[in-house]
């Protein structure tokens, strides 16, 4: 019988910290921009994107497209599915993602912004796993760097699991004797 548990990563208190300094960097790079294009990612990034947003104190525009690839696994199926009714032409966006791992869906996401003529187009992502790049892609702000493991927590799931928790952990599965 398999079993999952949670080791703690991340706090509440740690992830409101490093958002209300990413929120401090993103306003002093965008003081200049009249109306910021501020682009969630769902489903996993709505809890960051709404923390994030609120310590970002340059006028905004929030907008969200739906990006999916990992469905109940807890590796990408290699191909996404991307939604949405975005007109972006000359605005400044800035996409919220909530982690980048083999950088597939933010690299296919980038492609498809592209092409709808933004003025500017940058990356905020809460977690960034080197480890597991293997699409290229350019973060310009990154909450923390983690190591190659599975974590949930703060809109991350695992199935469906788990995105209401207030803190990031990684997920452990355990096997146990019955
Ligand atoms: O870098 P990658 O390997 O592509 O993985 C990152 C993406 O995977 C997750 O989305 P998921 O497909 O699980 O959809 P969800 O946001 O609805 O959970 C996560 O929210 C990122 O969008
Ligand atoms: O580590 C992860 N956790 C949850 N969702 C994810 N999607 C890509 N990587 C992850
Ligand atoms: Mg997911």
Redesign the pocket.
Known sequence: MKAETIMPLYSARAIRKRVAELGLTITENYRETQQLTVLC?????FIFTADLVRNIKVPCTIEFL??????NMT???GE?FIQHDLDISNKDVLVI?????????????IGELDSLGPSSLKVCALLD?PA????P?TIHYRGFSIQNVFVVGY???AG?KY?ELPFIGMLEQITCSS
């Open positions: 990612v769902l489903k996993g990034a739906r990006a999916s690839s990992y469905g590796s990408s199926s996404v993602e909530d982690i980048v791992d083999s950088g597939l869906t933010l690299q296919r996401i796993k597991a790049r293997r699409y892609v809109g991350l799931d469906g995105r």
